[in-house]
C-alpha cells in the first residue's frame, strides 16, 4: 500500500460525509462509516431495503427480518470507495451471517471494516516521523423473532472502533482513536395486501470521543421507513417496488447568545441526548429538509437471475443518484452486483459493489 500525506486524510474524512446515504453536517455526528449501505443487493435499489430484509445482510438492514428467515447463510461484500477521487487504497468490506434456532427464532450478526489509507505522520515543523493507518470498524450482534403471524422485532448490540491516527495532533495528548457501544431496534410488518413495512431505529448510544470528551461528538442515530409492494410473484416471474426515508436523529448545537447562528465551538458542543434527539431532531432548523429519499425495483426470473433499479435523493446534501444492479443465482450461491451513478465529477459515481451469499 503506498503511503499519503496527511491532506489524504482530511479529503477522505470530509468526502465520507457525503458518500452516506445519509447525511451529516459537519461535525454532526461522529464515525458516519456507520450509515454507509452494504450488500451489493440492497444497493442496487436505490437504498431502499429496511421493509424486505430477508437475508442476512438483515442485520444491517433491519433486525427482524431475520425472525422470518430460516436456515443458514453468509454475505460477503467488497467496494473500493470514493472512486471518483482516484483514490485506490480506500474500500468498505461487510460480512454478515444468520442461523435460525427452531422454536427461538434466528441469531445473526455483523462485521465492517472501513479503510481510509495510510498516512504521514509529521511534526509541527513539517518533518515525516513514519507512517500510520487509518480505519474503522465495528461488530454487530444481532437477534430476530416473530411476536405474532403478522409482525416481527429485531434487535442489534454493537462494538465500535475508530482509529484515526495513532497520535493527537500537535500538543495534543492521547491517541486519535476512539470507541463506543450501541443498539439497534426494528421492527417488521406483513399485510394482507401484498404490502410489508419496516422500520429501524439505529445506533443509539453514547457518544465517541477521540482527544477530548467535551468535544465528542454523538452516534449518527438515523431511523429508516419503508413499504415492499409485492407486485406479482410465480414460479418464474415476480416484481417488488420498495420505497424507504432515512432521517437522522442527531440534535446537534444551540445558539447560545442569540444570534441566530451556530457557530463556535462551544455552540455546536450543546449536544441533545438520544432520548431527547428523537424528537428535537425534527424541530431544529433542518427540520424534514434532510430526509433522504430512496426507490427501488427488484425483478426476478426463474429466481435464477435478478435484475435491479433505483434511485434516492438527498436535498440537504445536494446529491441524487441511479443505482443498477443484477444477480445470478447457482446452487446455494448468489452473485450480487450493483453500480452507482451520481452525475459527471461526483467522487461517488462509479462506486461498484460486489457481494456473495452463500446459504447452506
Known amino acids: 500500500m503506498k503511503s499519503v500525506n496527511i491532506l489524504k486524510l482530511t479529503i477522505s474524512l470530509l468526502m465520507i460525509i457525503i458518500s452516506t446515504s445519509v447525511f451529516a ?14 450488500g451489493a443487493r ?8 429496511v421493509a424486505i430484509a430477508d437475508d442476512a445482510t438483515a442485520s444491517w438492514w433491519n433486525p ?18 470514493l472512486p471518483g477521487f482516484g483514490f485506490d487504497d480506500l ?15 434466528t441469531i445473526g450478526g455483523h462485521i465492517i471494516y472501513f ?37 416481527y422485532i429485531g434487535i442489534n448490540t454493537k462494538f465500535i472502533y475508530s482509529h ?4 493527537g495532533a500537535g500538543n495534543e495528548k492521547g491517541s486519535g482513536t476512539g470507541h463506543s457501544v450501541a443498539m439497534d ?100 432548523e433542518d427540520g424534514v ?15 435464477m437471475i435478478g435484475l435491479r433499479l433505483g434511485f434516492w435523493n438527498d436535498d440537504m446534501g445536494e446529491i441524487s443518484a441511479s443505482t443498477y444492479g443484477c444477480s445470478l443465482r447457482y446452487d446455494s450461491y448468489i452473485f450480487d452486483f450493483s453500480y452507482l451513478d451520481a452525475g459527471e465529477g461526483h467522487p461517488l459515481t462509479d462506486t461498484m459493489r460486489f457481494s456473495l451469499n452463500i446459504g447452506f
Open 164 to 167: 484515526l491516527s495513532d497520535y
Open 289 to 303: 429538509k434532510d430526509i433522504i429519499w430512496g426507490l427501488g425495483a427488484e425483478y426476478w426470473y426463474n429466481k
Open 185 to 284: 431496534l426494528g421492527l417488521l410488518y406483513q399485510t394482507d395486501y401484498d404490502v410489508d413495512w419496516g422500520l429501524t431505529i439505529s445506533n443509539m448510544g453514547p457518544k465517541v470521543s477521540y482527544i477530548d470528551y467535551e468535544q465528542a461528538d454523538p452516534l449518527p442515530t438515523n431511523m429508516k421507513l419503508g413499504f415492499a409492494y409485492y407486485m406479482f410473484y410465480d414460479d418464474y416471474n415476480s416484481l417488488v417496488l420498495t420505497g424507504d426515508m432515512n432521517k437522522l436523529l442527531v440534535k446537534k448545537g444551540e445558539d447560545l447568545n442569540g444570534d441566530g447562528d451556530i457557530e463556535d465551538d462551544d455552540e455546536w458542543n450543546q449536544t441533545d441526548p438520544i432520548y431527547k434527539a428523537i424528537f428535537t431532531s425534527w424541530t431544529d
Open 42 to 49: 440492497p444497493t442496487g435499489m436505490g437504498d431502499s431495503f
Open 64 to 81: 427482524a427480518g431475520l425472525g422470518r428467515q430460516g436456515g443458514r447463510e453468509v454475505t460477503m461484500m467488497h467496494a473500493s470507495w
Open 25 to 38: 453536517r459537519p461535525s454532526e455526528a461522529g464515525v458516519i462509516f456507520l450509515t454507509i449501505s452494504p
Open 115 to 151: 479503510y481510509l489509507g495510510e498516512q504521514i505522520r509529521t511534526d509541527e515543523s513539517g518533518t515525516q516521523l513514519g507512517t500510520f493507518k487509518t480505519y474503522e470498524t465495528a461488530a454487530t450482534l444481532s437477534y430476530g423473532t416473530d411476536i405474532s403471524d403478522d409482525l
Open 91 to 105: 474500500y468498505y468490506d461487510f460480512i454478515a451471517y444468520k442461523q435460525e434456532i427452531p422454536g427461538l427464532g
